[in-house]
């Protein structure tokens, strides 16, 4: 919990605008030796949804594809095989697994 704390206070604190779409902030060190610069981009921050939507749309359509498979089926299929694959699906596109 505490450093969720640490994250929200750094996000929220002084940013300044050093280019177009691009922020910095100056956070000193525990040790007050060191300084650490902190950047964030609009670009970079779009970019990081499309990646994160590409891989929604893949656990999608492997879902999906799951689906059609087990209504096709013409017998029962064992139900451990399909939640191992549903865990491979989501195990290989892990940074949207939460998502479901």
């Known amino acids: 919990m505490?450093?969720?704390?640490?994250?929200k206070q750094l996000l929220e604190g002084p940013w300044s605008q050093v280019c177009e779409g691009?922020?910095?902030?100056?956070?000193k060190g525990p040790d007050c030796q060191e300084t650490f610069v902190l950047c964030r981009s609009a670009?970079?921050?779009?970019?990081?949804k499309a990646i994160h939507g590409r891989f929604i749309r893949?656990?999608?359509t492997g879902l999906s594809k799951i689906k059609q498979e087990l209504a096709i089926a013409c017998k029962r299929r064992d139900r451990g095989v399909i939640e191992r694959r549903i865990g491979r699906l989501l195990g290989s596109?892990?940074?949207a697994a939460g998502a479901f």
């Open 2 to 7: 505490a450093f969720l704390g640490a994250m």
């Open 22 to 27: 691009i922020k910095v902030q100056l956070i």
């Open 43 to 48: 670009d970079r921050c779009q970019k990081e």
């Open 58 to 60: 893949r656990i999608e």
């Open 93 to 95: 596109n892990s940074r």
